[in-house]
């Protein structure tokens, strides 16, 4: 077939929708070798081989660093794929951003010196139509999610006419909002320098994670966390904690790059009672640090009298901070101690000498030479109650402006 027979075959397959798998088959069966079609990580986006050759699909292959390296050029090398070595040609596709590359495997006895050249045109023709047709794929995507973006913001601002409107809408979402439901904020922090990217990648992971394991969620983003409106099981009905907590131990190894934190707000069984499991939710992320949640997510009901914190003046916290335990802070920055950290965990630990002589990797009795410090800076025992309980409250709100490190 000469090139332009070919474009010609590349266009009517665009034109009616065969996408890249009708692409790589094309040009699969032009050359008579396995083609291989994968985006920029090295997920399988198509994977067509001659019925000669037996070679299984995979869903994602290990791009050779040949590859990775010079990601903007054509190549060539060795790639393995079930445990075989084959030899692979590699173009980029892409012009300014590489979308992904398409792979050919098996050099074919047909490509000599004259054909070499035609061969290259018909595989650069391919690339290029996949281009195009990954972009349109990212288009639809993008589109879609704004739609269910914009859903879920209704859904959290009470912005319907009505239950009836948002049961006929969630259906279209493969929701079903006539029972319960409840919220989850999530937010990734970057450990690792991830670009942005990969965060994406990785909040995908999290809305299929969700999708996948809870049938009728669904998954929206508001700034820069995501918001999960789930329903809880019936066979989980009293065990909202235990149930929620079991999810983001199995979500955790899909996010390892990442430091995930999560507020879960109350259980309501009208959906237009949502937009306050939302606001709780949000409410407990913020104040996800001040519990030991060490990648489980933090309860709005579980948070106790700390949530009275939230949404105190920042003024009012420093004067009350100050007034508890001001002079811990001030003795440590006189005399680079760090009398204030040994209080956070000794209170969190529920005062297990112990523990906290582990924690802190110091001998008991340099602890208890510290707590007796304490107690004469702030002019009370720790053994009192009402001591502990004002203590406690100021550490908690030093958490919230950032004054302690509470890991």
Not at 64 to 80: A, M
């Amino acid at each position: 077939m000469n090139l332009a027979d070919f474009l010609r075959k590349i266009a009517n397959a665009q034109a009616n929708s065969m996408g890249i798998p009708g692409l790589s088959r094309i040009l699969m069966h032009e050359i008579n070798m396995p083609v291989i079609i994968t985006d920029d990580k090295g997920r399988v986006l198509s994977w067509h081989c001659p019925p000669s050759v037996a070679l299984y699909p995979e869903e994602r292959i290990m791009l050779p660093s040949t590859i990775r390296n010079h990601s903007d050029l054509p190549g060539e090398g060795i790639i393995i794929l079930k445990g075989k070595k084959l030899k692979y040609f590699s173009w980029p596709i892409g012009e300014v951003k590489i979308l992904g590359y398409l792979l050919l495997l098996e050099k074919p006895e047909q490509l000599t010196e004259t054909w070499l050249p035609l061969f290259g045109q018909f595989v650069e023709a391919v690339s290029l139509a996949v281009m195009v047709e990954i972009m349109h794929q990212r288009e639809i995507v993008d589109i879609e999610k704004n739609y269910r973006d914009e859903f879920v913001r209704d859904l959290i601002f009470n912005n319907f006419d009505g239950i009836d409107e948002v049961i006929r809408l969630g259906k279209i979402w493969g929701c079903n909002f006539s029972g319960a439901h409840f919220v989850m904020v999530i937010k990734l922090l970057n450990k690792s320098n991830h670009l942005e990217s990969y965060r994406q990648e990785s909040a995908l992971s999290i809305e299929k994670f969700f999708i996948e394991q809870v049938p009728g969620t669904i998954v929206g983003e508001m700034a820069n966390f995501q918001v999960v409106i789930t329903p809880l099981p019936k066979e989980q009905a009293n065990d909202l904690h235990s149930y929620t907590r079991d999810l983001f131990t199995k979500l955790s190894p899909l996010i390892s790059d990442w430091d995930c934190i999560a507020g879960v707000g109350k259980l309501y069984e009208s959906i237009n009672m949502l937009y306050r499991s939302y606001q709780q939710a949000k409410v407990a992320l913020e104040l996800c640090k001040l519990v030991q949640h060490e990648g489980s997510p933090a309860f709005f009901d579980e948070l106790g009298a700390v949530r009275l914190f939230y949404n105190q003046s920042q003024q009012d916290l420093e004067e009350f901070y100050k007034e508890a335990i001001g002079p811990l802070e001030k003795f440590d920055q006189e005399n680079n101690g760090n009398l204030l950290m040994t209080l956070w965990h000794y209170l969190r630990a529920e005062r297990d000498l112990k523990l906290v002589s582990q924690k802190l990797f110091i001998h008991t009795n340099t602890l208890r030479y510290r707590l007796k410090k304490i107690e004469e800076l702030l002019g009370g025992s720790l053994e009192q109650e009402e001591t502990r309980f004002n203590i406690y409250a100021a550490l908690k709100v030093a958490a919230i402006l950032g004054k302690i490190d509470q890991k």
